[in-house]
T-cell receptor, first 116, second 115 residues
Framework: DTGVSQNPRHKITKRGQNVTFRCDPI?????LYWYRQTLGQGPEFLTY????????KSRLLSDRFSAERPKGSFSTLEIQRTEQGDSAMYLC??????????????FGPGTRLLVL | AQSVSQHNHHVILSEAASLELGCNYS??????LFWYVQYPGQHLQLLLK??????LVKGIKGFEAEFIKSKFSFNLRKPSVQWSDTAEYFC?????????????FGKGTHLIIQP
């Protein structure tokens, strides 16, 4: 399978614990995006990387959230001191950005987080 | 910042009926427009996209969408729906060249096709 993969697919944690999610993009895609989706809503942008550089962060990304893409390939999203409001589906997408701002993002299956 | 509005949150149709899902966006500059679909138990998949050129774009599975710049709209259409079209449909936009490359999604339309 050459699509975007995410691990784990499901995570249950207790409030206050730290969690880390991993995303493996489509090979050779230079951009990687993180989104959060709650029930009844569309995905909301969190942050993105071009290669290993983090270029943009949403105001939704509180200081408890951190993302990395150390070698420009896979990425991790860590949530520290989880809260019940962090319960959501966390989606990863990757793309290859063309000249002129043209790109298409391809999504992974997501990691569903439940904070008890 | 851009925003996306999808007018219908739930739509129920019978097989063979025609479909039109509304999508309006707000942004003053040039945008890229997308429709994504999420079938039950599956991840988001690209249905179609508009970058430039012919404002009527065709996607997979017989879907098409028309970009009307003056109305800031990008409505999704299908002449005859099938039971397998039951899914959640999301309209999304991002700004081209404006530095806001993350997609802004609408809240989605839950489409149910009755056999």
């Amino acid at each position: 399978d050459t699509g975007v993969s995410q691990n784990p697919r499901h995570k249950i944690t207790k409030r206050g614990q730290n969690v880390t999610f991993r995303c493996d993009p489509i090979s050779e895609h230079n951009r990687l995006y993180w989104y959060r989706q709650t029930l009844g809503q569309g995905p909301e942008f969190l942050t993105y990387f071009q290669n290993e550089a983090q270029l943009e962060k949403s105001r939704l990304l509180s200081d408890r959230f951190s993302a990395e893409r150390p070698k420009g390939s896979f990425s991790t999203l860590e949530i520290q001191r989880t809260e019940q409001g962090d319960s959501a589906m966390y989606l990863c997408a990757s793309s290859f950005r063309l000249a002129g701002g043209l790109e298409t993002q391809y999504f992974g299956p997501g990691t569903r987080l439940l904070v008890l | 910042a851009q925003s996306v509005s999808q007018h219908n949150h739930h739509v129920i149709l019978s097989e063979a009926a025609s479909l039109e899902l509304g999508c309006n966006y707000s942004y003053g500059g040039t945008v890229n427009l997308f429709w994504y679909v999420q079938y039950p138990g599956q991840h988001l998949q690209l249905l179609l996209k508009y970058f430039s050129g012919d404002p009527l774009v065709k996607g997979i599975k017989g879907f098409e969408a028309e970009f009307i710049k003056s109305k800031f709209s990008f409505n999704l259409r299908k002449p005859s729906v099938q039971w397998s079209d039951t899914a959640e449909y999301f309209c999304a936009v991002n700004a081209r060249g404006g530095g806001a490359d993350g997609l802004t999604f609408g809240k989605g339309t839950h489409l149910i096709i009755q056999p």
